[in-house]
């Protein structure tokens, strides 16, 4: 079974600082794929960037960045400038393998940021 | 371009009343998901679908039921609902494995 692990359940940043959030996974699959989503008190779901078990490189999307350490099962996400709109409930999420079991995501528990003008 | 779209957007039901939560998408996507997210909790997975008359169970499929007729619908039925069901559903659709995961608004459902 997987699992993902979000140790930190809140935490502010100051406005224009970067912020880390933690997220450990444990699969014994080895290749799998590493999501990141933002919930805004709005409550859609905002895709924020991906990590396949295989990249060489950690992914970047914008302001957004992964720290994909394989060996240590860590995946977490680092934004960098904090803008008030970050202000959200961030998840991590995990993809299973094997294609016949589509697209199926087990997701952390959450960490909420506020970001302090 | 309206994305996956979820219908309804609020719901409250009797305890024991069954319903249909809708969910459409018009990107041609084969992999479609229903979730439901539980006050402060992360999302947790109920049934999928690798595409159309294919479907199967997540984490937590016990008192819903799904089918997938066409690529774009995928509805989720509650047989007969529970206050343990009271949630927030979302619905998601993904082009392949390893892709974004395009979420649906949800749907606020609450048992009484």
């Known amino acids: 079974a997987q699992k993902i692990t979000q140790t930190q359940p809140g935490m502010f940043v100051q406005e224009k600082e970067a912020v880390t959030l933690d997220c450990t996974y444990d699969?014994?699959?080895?290749?799998?794929?590493l999501f990141w989503y933002k919930q805004p008190s709005s409550g859609e779901m905002i895709f924020l960037i991906y990590?396949?078990?295989?990249?060489?490189q950690n992914a970047t999307e914008g302001r957004y960045s992964l720290n994909f350490q394989k060996a240590r099962k860590s995946a977490n996400l680092v934004i960098s400038a904090s803008q008030l709109g970050d202000s959200a409930m961030y998840f991590c999420?995990?993809?299973?393998?094997?294609?016949?079991?589509?697209?199926?995501?087990?997701f952390g528990g959450g960490t909420r940021v506020l970001v302090k003008p | 371009n309206a994305g996956v779209t979820q219908t309804p957007k609020f719901q409250v039901l009797k305890t024991g009343q069954s319903m249909t939560l809708q969910c459409a998408q018009d990107?041609?996507?084969?992999?479609m998901s229903w979730y439901r997210q539980d006050p402060g909790m992360g999302l947790r997975l109920i049934h999928y679908?690798?595409?159309?008359?294919?479907?199967d169970q997540g984490e937590v499929p016990n008192g819903y039921n799904v089918s997938r007729s066409t690529t774009e619908d995928f509805p989720l039925r509650l047989l007969s609902a529970a206050p343990s069901q009271t949630s927030v559903y979302f619905c998601?659709?993904?082009?392949?494995?390893?892709?974004?995961?395009?979420f649906g608004q949800g749907t606020r459902l609450t048992v009484v």
């Open positions: 998601a659709s993904s082009y392949e494995p390893g892709t974004e995961a395009f």
């Open positions: 699969t014994s699959d080895q290749s799998y794929g």
């Open positions: 990590q396949g078990s295989y990249d060489e």
């Open positions: 999420a995990m993809r299973e393998a094997p294609r016949a079991a589509g697209n199926k995501l087990t």
């Open positions: 990107m041609n996507h084969e992999y």
């Open positions: 679908s690798v595409g159309a008359g294919i479907t």
